[in-house]
């Protein structure tokens, strides 16, 4: 087994690789929206006890596939070879539209979609709104 980490991607906010890889599957760990180097999500308004205020899905959404391509790559995989991913969302009925439609900007191909599981989440570690599991051949 191979671990791999982008130099690109945010930083793991706990003790796990970016991916690993296993004879020719790539599985991502869970990945947020954050930036590389910074504690700051794209599209999320703080208030002053670290409580979400605000947030913007669709500023979200387009971050962590950024994140996703990043650790794909990184990894010796590319977009094209995801095969599953699994969507956490916080708030499935304010957010599942927008997502879904980002989506299929990404994914426009019926034949080459990965599968998807999308389910709501209580919390993610981080004051996020979106996460995404990802396995990818390489």
């Known amino acids: 087994m191979n671990v791999s980490n982008s130099t690109q991607a ?4 706990g003790s796990y690789p970016h991916a690993r890889k296993v004879g020719n599957l790539l599985f991502l760990s869970g990945v947020g929206p954050r930036k590389r180097g910074s504690k700051e999500i794209p599209g999320v308004t703080l208030d002053e006890h670290k409580n ?6 669709e500023t979200q959404c387009h971050a962590v596939f950024q994140n996703v391509r990043f650790i794909l790559e990184a990894s010796g995989s590319r977009w ?4 599953d991913v699994t969507v956490y969302l916080t708030n499935m009925k304010a957010d599942f539209a927008v997502f879904n439609r980002i989506y299929a900007e990404y994914f426009p191909n019926p034949e080459t979609q ?3 599981t999308t389910v ?10 979106i996460e995404l599991k990802c396995i990818a051949t390489i």
Do not use: G, M, S, W
């Open 10 to 13: 945010p930083e793991p906010v």
């Open 120 to 129: 709501e989440v209580n919390a993610l570690p981080t004051p996020i709104a």
């Open 80 to 83: 094209e070879n995801l095969v």
């Open 52 to 57: 979400i205020v605000a947030y913007d899905i």
């Open 114 to 116: 990965p599968c998807r």
